[in-house]
């Protein structure tokens, strides 16, 4: 994983250690020197995570991060305190003037990229989608833009998932001033609770006897409707190696016990406000889309849109040196099924595909209909190995189950893709899209039902 990374600090001497640890996880690292000029490289440089110090002279960490989280240009990337103050006090300051995290020094090198890993997925899919509501001929634009610090955080839909009953109503007391808390003493019903329960907010203790946490928040994960469901870890100073392997598994946060009242309602309000802003801008995209931009028959977008929004993605990651994928598809003998069960049936495949397509790609992967039975999907930070195993998915979700349209039997219907990427300099959404053309058409020639990649 690639990304931007923005060293805040006084101290010269800090700023060379950080950079350093960054740099051999091959981070692309910006330094400031004051929390002004911070401001100003947030507001005009492509910035994905802020590690902000909190003692520098003129402007402190905590009157930068509130300036940051202020600004609609800006209030969207994550920022991650980093300092010698260790009071809960301390972290409750940091968290209520919009940080995401507050790492204490010496700051250990594992948790440190954990908690940078973790933050830069959340923000690619923020990116994404307000870059989506931007291209459809930005109706979306105001909402998208809108200060994430002016969503509200009260009255959050919170479930608490522990065996010991006695702990968890005690978390529950702290927070039930403010949000509706439910209790689930069994883990082995977490994903069904979660799924039909429209909660905001999952706390799992990492204490869970005859349970495996981790194993739990790693379903909450792979379930479609929980996936994007914020989790905050309840854990014990033992289990320090487990919460780095959980942040690396999606979990948002986690608060160490004993638990700090405030902390942990400062914790549940950050995620909460991120959960909100992300509802937010999905439901801004889907109400105020231009009909113009969207494919009636399927429902994903046109042609007309992907145009657009394909120049803007490949100019981006050209300016970032970012990895990016474009596939293909095309409907085996398409032409077939419409000659012999006519274009309603056709049209109920198209729609069916449509689905399929949709629930096997990822959330940041924009997907159009590219014109009759041909699709394309953009994949953006995605290499060669990542794209490969996406289509596969996507062809093994066509192939596996037969296409239900009304007919006495159902229809077996397969799917070839023709992959390529952004690798040279003077690469073009026109050269990119012929190559996988080519690749398309090599795999229609192999037998089709399968995928075929310009890397190969």
Do not use: W
């Not at 905590?62 to 969207?76: N, V």
């Not at 039930?176 to 979660?194: G, K, M």
């Not at 997907?367 to 190995?385: K, L």
């Amino acid at each position: 994983m690639t990304a931007r990374v923005l060293i805040v600090d006084d101290i010269p001497t800090n700023v060379k250690l950080l950079e350093a640890r960054l740099l051999a996880e091959y981070f692309d690292v910006a330094v400031a020197y004051s929390g002004k000029d911070a401001i100003e490289i947030c507001r005009t440089q492509e910035i994905d995570i802020v590690l902000l110090d909190v003692m520098m002279p003129e402007m402190d960490g905590f009157e930068c991060c509130r300036i940051l989280k202020a600004d609609p240009r800006t209030s969207h990337i994550p920022v991650v305190m980093i300092t010698a103050l260790d009071q809960p006090s301390d972290r409750v300051e940091g968290l209520n003037s919009g940080a995401d995290d507050f790492l204490t020094k010496p700051v250990d090198d594992v948790q440190l990229m954990a908690r940078v890993k973790s933050l830069v997925r959340l923000k690619v899919l923020t990116d994404e989608l307000r870059a989506r509501a931007i291209t459809s001929q930005e109706l979306a634009l105001e909402d998208a833009a809108r200060t994430i610090n002016g969503i509200k955080t009260g009255d959050g839909r919170i479930l608490i998932i522990d065996t010991d009953t006695a702990r968890a109503e005690r978390l529950r007391d702290y927070l039930s001033n403010s949000h509706s808390v439910s209790l689930l003493a069994n883990p082995a019903d977490a994903v069904f609770q979660t799924s039909g329960g429209d909660y905001e907010l999952a706390i799992v203790s990492m204490g869970l006897e005859g349970f495996d946490p981790l194993r739990v928040c790693s379903q909450l994960r792979t379930v479609e409707q929980t996936r994007s469901l914020p989790i905050i870890l309840v854990a014990d100073e033992q289990d320090r190696p487990q919460v780095i392997r959980a942040l690396d598994l999606g979990v948002n946060d986690f608060i160490m016990r004993p638990v700090e009242r405030n902390e942990l309602a400062a914790r549940v309000r950050t995620q909460i406000r991120r959960q909100r802003y992300t509802v937010e801008l999905r439901e801004s995209l889907n109400n105020t889309m231009a009909m113009a931009v969207i494919d009636e028959l399927t429902g994903l977008y046109n042609r007309r849109y992907f145009d657009r929004h394909m120049a803007m993605l490949l100019s981006k990651s050209q300016e970032q040196d970012r990895d990016m994928a474009l596939m293909l598809l095309d409907i085996d003998y398409f032409k077939a099924v419409n000659d012999t069960h006519g274009h309603d049936v056709g049209d109920k495949i198209l729609k069916e595909f449509a689905l399929r397509l949709q629930r096997n790609i990822r959330g940041v992967d924009l997907a159009c209909r590219f014109g009759g039975e041909e699709f394309v999907v953009v994949m953006p930070d995605t290499d060669a190995r990542q794209a490969e195993h996406v289509a596969e998915r996507v062809r093994g979700s066509m192939a596996d189950e037969a296409f239900r349209t009304g007919l006495d039997l159902p229809l077996s219907i397969t799917v070839s893709a023709g992959l390529a990427f952004n690798q040279f300099a003077d690469d073009t959404p026109e050269s990119i899209i012929k190559r996988a053309d080519i690749a398309l058409y090599r795999a229609k020639r192999g037998g089709r039902n399968r995928v075929v990649s310009d890397a190969a």
